[in-house]
């Protein structure tokens, strides 16, 4: 099942990069929740998350011809767009968010809702990622957390968890090399 939403998530790509509007708007319903709630996470503002959004998706849609499947699983590679774009609006602003990992309110999940489907596809995928980074030590699951949701770089990671520069990228490149590694042998 999950080789099957890959393969059909990479044609829907192919099919925007060929100019398929019915294709582009396959991909908008599918990833535009957990997008904007990215943005949410890395912003901390819904007028600028719905920014990012926007942002990510018109990338995608111009930039759907040079995706490359043997690099990145279709929602991974949308979800790195929306990350560099969350990067850049931040560095546009001049601040970095302090991270709090707690839920979002009740008008933030409403707006969110994905269909019954998409929940528990999400939810399994999730559950397998959680997994993986329980296994983390806390310190390399916070620089790992913090560089994916935070956008942070490695050097400001390293001052917030007080240590040096170097372990932090190793716990970062480790940290994500075990990730693709364990999500990858299905």
């Known amino acids: 099942m999950q080789d099957e939403r890959v393969a059909e998530e990479a044609w829907l790509i192919a099919r925007t990069g060929a100019g398929d509007r019915e294709a582009f708007r396959e991909l908008y319903r599918r990833y535009g929740a957990p997008i904007y709630s990215l943005g949410l996470r890395m912003l901390g503002d819904r007028r600028d998350a719905e920014e990012l959004l926007q942002d990510t998706f018109l990338k995608i849609w111009n930039h759907a011809r040079s995706y490359d499947a043997s690099l990145a699983r279709p929602f991974t590679w949308a979800v790195m767009i929306a990350r560099r774009a969350g990067i850049d609006a931040l560095r546009r602003k001049g601040r970095y968010p302090e991270l709090s990992f707690k839920d979002l309110g009740a008008t933030d999940r409403e707006e969110m809702a994905p269909s019954p489907v998409e929940a528990t596809m999400r ?14 030590p806390p310190d390399q699951r916070a620089a790992v957390e913090l ?3 935070g956008g942070l770089s490695h050097g400001a990671i390293a001052q917030r968890l007080r240590q040096p520069l170097g372990t932090v990228k190793s716990w970062i490149r ?5 990730l693709k590694t364990s999500l990858s042998g299905e």
């Not at 939810?123 to 983390?136: G, I, L």
């Not at 480790?174 to 075990?178: I, Q, S």
């Open 147 to 149: 560089a994916i949701f």
């Open 123 to 136: 939810d399994d995928e999730s559950a397998r990622v959680r997994a993986a980074m329980a296994a983390f």
């Open 174 to 178: 480790r940290g994500l090399d075990d």
